[in-house]
């Protein structure tokens, strides 16, 4: 039974590792919010964005639970498909158009800060 249960949550770390993402070197995207999924166990924010290149491309960023985003006072009408925002990611190892975020690193274009918690 033990040994049944350490097999097991290998594969609940494995679906919550980084590995797919640059955690080292962070890159600033500045566009539109296409939709917010305020969501378990991850949220999403889909944005079209200028990346590093200079091309604009509909982005896909991954964040932290609902119930981490509620805990920093966010929740499912915090962001809204047209707000203008600036976000700073991790983004996809791969150089694709994905990344990571947390909500301190996501703010209005106008410079005030969307996380309202702590």
Do not use: C
Not at 7 to 32: N, P, Q, R
Request: net charge positive; hydrophobic share 40%.
């Amino acid at each position: 039974m033990l040994g049944a249960l350490v097999a097991a949550s290998g594969s609940t770390w494995a679906h919550h590792s980084l590995a797919a993402f640059d955690i080292v070197g962070s890159i600033e995207l500045d566009g539109t919010v296409q939709e917010f999924k305020f969501t378990n166990p991850h949220s999403y924010i889909v944005m079209k964005a200028k990346g590093p290149d200079g091309r604009v491309a509909t982005w896909m960023l991954e964040g932290v639970a609902a119930s981490g985003l509620e805990r920093d006072g966010w929740n499912n009408r915090t962001l809204k498909p047209g707000d203008q925002i600036k976000a700073t990611v991790s983004p996809l190892l791969s150089g694709g158009a994905g990344g990571s975020w947390n909500p301190q690193g996501i703010r209005f274009r106008d410079g005030k800060t969307v996380a309202t918690g702590r």
